[in-house]
C-alpha cells in the first residue's frame, strides 16, 4: 500500500512545541512521527468512554465535548461574549505563537 502524505500545518504555542521536541527527542522519532502515534493512540479508542480516552481527560490532555441536553431555541441562544472581546482574547491566545512567514 502506498502512503499518500498531505502537508498539515499547525501553530502550537511555546510550551506546545518544548513539549513536542522533548517527547520527539524521548522516543528517538520525528515531530510529524510523534503527532502520527498521538492520532493512531486517539483513534484506537472508539468510544468516548473507553480507559484511553478517559485517562487522558485526567491527565488534563484532552476536554470531553459538551453537549447540551437538547437543541436550544433561538430564543435560547445568548452570545457568551461580544465579537471583540473573543478577537480581543484570541490575539492574546495567539500572540506566543510563531507564524512562519
Partial sequence: M???REP??????????DRLDRLASRLGVSRS???????EA????????DAALADL????LLRPA???????????R????SFEK???DLDDARADREIPR
Fill in 8 to 17: 498539515i500545518q499547525v501553530y502550537l504555542s511555546s510550551a506546545e512545541r
Fill in 57 to 60: 481527560v485526567r491527565r488534563g
Fill in 86 to 88: 473573543l478577537m480581543a
Fill in 42 to 49: 486517539m483513534a484506537e479508542t472508539e468510544k468516548p468512554g
Fill in 33 to 39: 512521527e510523534v503527532l502520527r502515534r498521538g492520532l
Fill in 66 to 76: 459538551l453537549r447540551p441536553p437538547a437543541p436550544l431555541k433561538d430564543s435560547e
Fill in 2 to 4: 502506498t502512503r499518500v
Fill in 78 to 81: 445568548k452570545p457568551i461574549m
